[in-house]
T-cell receptor, first 113, second 113 residues
């Protein structure tokens, strides 16, 4: 069974631009969650999508948004990029929401210059 | 406000011996706990989980113990192997918040051969 895939793996953007990251979950998984990892803040939850609906949201500004498609694939978008948005963005999928092991992709390394 | 704390930034263990990684939490509403292992440039890999109705869960060389009254959990790895050298993250969630995981800062485990 293929794992969670994320594209692109690496991305360099400049301040003020916007970016879209993509995540394909494990086949049959309906929940996709996004996390941001930085050296200073560690791993922080961004949001979770389940059956195309946002189920939960973390404490991030409205510049961070996401969506999920009917095939469970998910995208996250960051608008008006800031230097502090440089991070590893991880996507995780699970079969359902709650009391479920989540399986992570390799991440997208975003650098904002 | 760190709800999940891993107070030991690093741990060094001899091959074949037991590795014990510790995690404390402050939110008594957490009812599901997970351990992940992470290698550089990869996403976290799920190791083992435990729900709050149990106090122990075992999977091969990995055992997780949960002490709800102390709000403490630990991961035991027996026997430790050099390939276990990685960063270990403790994570917690509440059923109400679906798959939202709150992570600790991580502990670097080095297994010496």
């Amino acid at each position: 069974k293929a794992g969670v895939t994320q594209t692109p793996r690496y991305l360099i953007k400049t301040r003020g631009q916007q970016v879209t990251l993509s995540c394909s979950p494990i086949s049959g998984h309906r929940s996709v969650s996004w996390y941001q990892q930085t050296p200073g803040q560690g791993l922080q939850f961004l949001f979770e999508y389940f059956s195309e609906t946002q189920r939960n949201k973390g404490n991030f500004p409205g510049r961070f948004s996401g969506r999920q498609f009917s095939n469970s694939r998910s995208e996250m978008n960051v608008s008006t990029l800031e230097l502090g948005d440089s991070a590893l963005y991880l996507c995780a999928s699970s079969q359902a929401s709650g009391y479920n092991e989540q399986f992570f992709g390799p991440g997208t390394r975003l650098t904002v210059l | 406000d760190q709800q999940v704390k891993q107070n030991s930034p690093s741990l060094s263990v001899q091959e074949g011996r037991i590795s014990i990684l510790n995690c404390d939490y402050t939110n008594s509403m957490f009812d599901y706990f997970l351990w992940y292992k992470k290698y550089p440039a990869e996403g976290p890999t799920f190791l083992i989980s435990i729900s709050s109705i149990k106090d122990k869960n075992e999977d091969g060389r990995f055992t997780v113990f949960l002490n709800k009254s102390a709000k403490h959990l630990s991961l035991h790895i027996v026997p430790s192997q050099p390939g276990d050298s990685a960063v270990y993250f403790c994570a917690a969630s509440e059923l109400e918040y679906g798959n939202k995981l709150v992570f600790g800062a991580g502990t670097i485990l080095r297994v010496k051969s």
